[in-house]
């Protein structure tokens, strides 16, 4: 930049040559210097104004500016660009997209929609929307317009039921109901449109009722207007899902976001300048208090009666229960490939289990108070000669058993003589003789008979690896001494003198 001094040896000199190359030549400068410091000097010390270039596009400027003014700014260059060839446009595309969007701005500098601020109430409003966290996972977001109070938690869907189960836990966790929540025309609240007029659905207007909230909706194609629960999405996949994810499951995704909502609404909200959670304490005081019960939320569950089996018949299979509610009514419910059986009187699950096959069943010893016992045929004597028999004891039932079991059609006539047997031996022997034929399988009263006479000098069962004890004879022994060299000479003497 030239110096005063340097711009009035520049105009001397000019006025001397009176050409621009002869006072540069004379200033030590260029020509064009001297050209732009006389034409400043000439307009008054001003920069002279500079000229519009022209450009391939002015021939068809008017033309977008008219299509973008019957369209209110909507209309695109790629829609526009054929009318403009049409029209003697020989242009880029790229060239012409600068055009359109000059003609935008200037269309929506006349055109403002003349927002301003929204003004919140305590207990008024509730913001809510749903955003996609990305890897199945869905995260919705509410926030308590006057607090700023946030609630976020993740899904694996955006079906009604899940939209309804989470906004009565944000209920829940806010402590109570406002008047208002806000929501825009989100398509599982949406039961259709009438003359712009959103109609909600039957589940929808359920809750709202039992909650007691007015159901709002926004404009169509206008998220400004939940402007605040849209930075809340936008800030929960910057600060929550970007740093965690990839998240292991929907559970750990929730304990995370529990987490950061206990975080964020725990410091000085930027806008406000205020702790929300300190907020709601106030706000809650104008909150609309929780009904007592929380409604039913989607479909009615499906119900069962319990048989005098202790079971459920669902899928044509069974599924037991615990016996205490045999004959009352139970609901079923499939989750996350398990079967789930409540008791509707307490709302307590009191059955798991794994989906079994038509035609099986899938029985929980604890259900019944352990494992199945095993088949058991006990003996139920009716004569007096059988109860007799069976007053020996365990004994005298095994020996009953494994005689009928062997095919014994004389059995009823063995009782008799058994018990004649009693009478000539007595019952210790009796029994013994019992044991002893049980232990060698012989089933008749002839062999119980063999065993009585045979007495007690028969050899006895043992266990294997038990120590086999006999009682010899006694029989006299000699010393070793006996057997030396020196009493073989006296036996030989002996000998000889006999």
């Not at 003697?88 to 359109?100: C, D, E, I, Q, T």
């Not at 929501?183 to 259709?192: E, I, P, S």
């Not at 159901?215 to 998220?223: G, L, V």
């Not at 294997?464 to 029989?475: F, I, Q, R, S, W």
């Given at each position: 930049m030239k110096s005063s001094g340097e711009v009035m040896d520049i105009i001397a000199a000019y006025r001397e040559v009176g050409t621009y190359r002869g006072a540069a030549e004379m200033c030590g400068t260029t020509h064009k210097t001297v050209k732009r410091i006389i034409e400043r000097a000439l307009a008054g010390d001003k920069a002279p104004g500079r000229k519009r270039r022209d450009h391939n596009y002015d021939p068809v400027a008017n033309l977008v500016a008219d299509k973008v003014k019957a369209t209110a700014g909507k209309m695109s260059a790629k829609r526009l660009l054929p009318l403009a060839q049409a029209a003697g446009y020989a242009g880029s595309a790229r060239n012409f997209r600068r055009l359109v969007a000059d003609a935008k701005k200037a269309w929506r500098r006349?055109?403002?929609?003349?927002?301003?601020?929204?003004?919140?109430?305590?207990?008024?409003?509730?913001?809510?929307?749903?955003?996609?966290?990305?890897?199945?996972?869905?995260?919705?977001?509410?926030?308590?317009?006057?607090?700023?109070?946030?609630?976020?938690?993740?899904?694996?869907?955006?079906?009604?039921?899940?939209?309804?189960?989470?906004?009565?836990?944000?209920?829940?966790?806010?402590?109570?109901?406002?008047?208002?929540?806000?929501?825009?025309?989100?398509g599982c609240l949406k039961g259709g449109v009438v003359a712009n007029k959103v109609i909600p659905t039957a589940d929808y207007v359920r809750l709202a009722t039992h909650y007691a909230f007015r159901p709002d909706w926004c404009e169509a194609a206008d998220p400004e207007s939940k402007g605040i629960v849209e930075n809340l999405v936008g800030y929960a996949k910057r600060d929550l899902v970007v740093p965690l994810a990839p998240f292991d499951d929907l559970t750990v995704a929730n304990v995370a976001a529990r987490r950061w909502c206990a975080e964020v609404n725990a410091v000085v909200h930027s806008e406000i300048c205020a702790v929300p959670a300190e907020r709601l304490a106030a706000e809650r005081e104008v909150l609309t208090g929780l009904p007592s019960l929380r409604p039913a939320i989607g479909k009615p569950p499906i119900t069962r009666k319990v048989d005098k089996l202790s079971c459920v018949r669902f899928g044509s299979a069974r599924y037991s229960v615990p016996t205490h509610l045999i004959g009352a009514t139970v609901a079923v419910v499939e989750s996350d490939g398990r079967l789930l059986i409540t008791d509707l009187a307490t709302g307590e699950i009191v059955a798991d289990h794994a989906p079994v096959a038509p035609g099986e069943a899938s029985v929980a010893d604890e259900h019944y108070g352990g494992p199945r016992p095993a088949p058991r045929r006990a003996a139920r004597p009716k004569t007096e000669t059988e109860k007799a028999f069976l007053a020996l004891g365990p004994i005298a039932e095994t020996f009953l058993t494994g005689s009928a079991a062997s095919g014994n059609t004389r059995l009823a006539a063995d009782l008799v003589e058994l018990a004649a047997l009693q009478a000539a031996h007595g019952e210790a022997a009796l029994l013994a003789a019992l044991e002893r034929a049980v232990a060698f399988r012989r089933w008749r009263a002839e062999d119980v008979r063999s065993i009585l006479a045979a007495g007690a000098g028969t050899p006895q069962v043992r266990p294997a690896g038990d120590a086999l004890v006999l009682e010899l004879p006694y029989v006299p022994t000699r010393p070793l001494t006996a057997y030396t060299l020196d009493q073989f000479d006296v036996l030989e003497q002996i000998g000889d003198a006999s």
């Amino acid at each position: 930049m030239k110096s005063s001094g340097e711009v009035m040896d520049i105009i001397a000199a000019y006025r001397e040559v009176g050409t621009y190359r002869g006072a540069a030549e004379m200033c030590g400068t260029t020509h064009k210097t001297v050209k732009r410091i006389i034409e400043r000097a000439l307009a008054g010390d001003k920069a002279p104004g500079r000229k519009r270039r022209d450009h391939n596009y002015d021939p068809v400027a008017n033309l977008v500016a008219d299509k973008v003014k019957a369209t209110a700014g909507k209309m695109s260059a790629k829609r526009l660009l054929p009318l403009a060839q049409a029209a003697g446009y020989a242009g880029s595309a790229r060239n012409f997209r600068r055009l359109v969007a000059d003609a935008k701005k200037a269309w929506r500098r006349g055109h403002h929609r003349g927002r301003r601020p929204a003004v919140w109430t305590p207990g008024e409003m509730l913001v809510i929307d749903w955003g996609d966290a990305g890897g199945g996972l869905h995260v919705f977001c509410a926030v308590l317009a006057w607090s700023r109070m946030r609630f976020v938690r993740f899904a694996d869907n955006e079906r009604a039921e899940t939209t309804l189960a989470l906004l009565a836990e944000c209920f829940e966790e806010l402590g109570g109901v406002p008047k208002v929540v806000l929501a825009d025309r989100m398509g599982c609240l949406k039961g259709g449109v009438v003359a712009n007029k959103v109609i909600p659905t039957a589940d929808y207007v359920r809750l709202a009722t039992h909650y007691a909230f007015r159901p709002d909706w926004c404009e169509a194609a206008d998220p400004e207007s939940k402007g605040i629960v849209e930075n809340l999405v936008g800030y929960a996949k910057r600060d929550l899902v970007v740093p965690l994810a990839p998240f292991d499951d929907l559970t750990v995704a929730n304990v995370a976001a529990r987490r950061w909502c206990a975080e964020v609404n725990a410091v000085v909200h930027s806008e406000i300048c205020a702790v929300p959670a300190e907020r709601l304490a106030a706000e809650r005081e104008v909150l609309t208090g929780l009904p007592s019960l929380r409604p039913a939320i989607g479909k009615p569950p499906i119900t069962r009666k319990v048989d005098k089996l202790s079971c459920v018949r669902f899928g044509s299979a069974r599924y037991s229960v615990p016996t205490h509610l045999i004959g009352a009514t139970v609901a079923v419910v499939e989750s996350d490939g398990r079967l789930l059986i409540t008791d509707l009187a307490t709302g307590e699950i009191v059955a798991d289990h794994a989906p079994v096959a038509p035609g099986e069943a899938s029985v929980a010893d604890e259900h019944y108070g352990g494992p199945r016992p095993a088949p058991r045929r006990a003996a139920r004597p009716k004569t007096e000669t059988e109860k007799a028999f069976l007053a020996l004891g365990p004994i005298a039932e095994t020996f009953l058993t494994g005689s009928a079991a062997s095919g014994n059609t004389r059995l009823a006539a063995d009782l008799v003589e058994l018990a004649a047997l009693q009478a000539a031996h007595g019952e210790a022997a009796l029994l013994a003789a019992l044991e002893r034929a049980v232990a060698f399988r012989r089933w008749r009263a002839e062999d119980v008979r063999s065993i009585l006479a045979a007495g007690a000098g028969t050899p006895q069962v043992r266990p294997a690896g038990d120590a086999l004890v006999l009682e010899l004879p006694y029989v006299p022994t000699r010393p070793l001494t006996a057997y030396t060299l020196d009493q073989f000479d006296v036996l030989e003497q002996i000998g000889d003198a006999s």
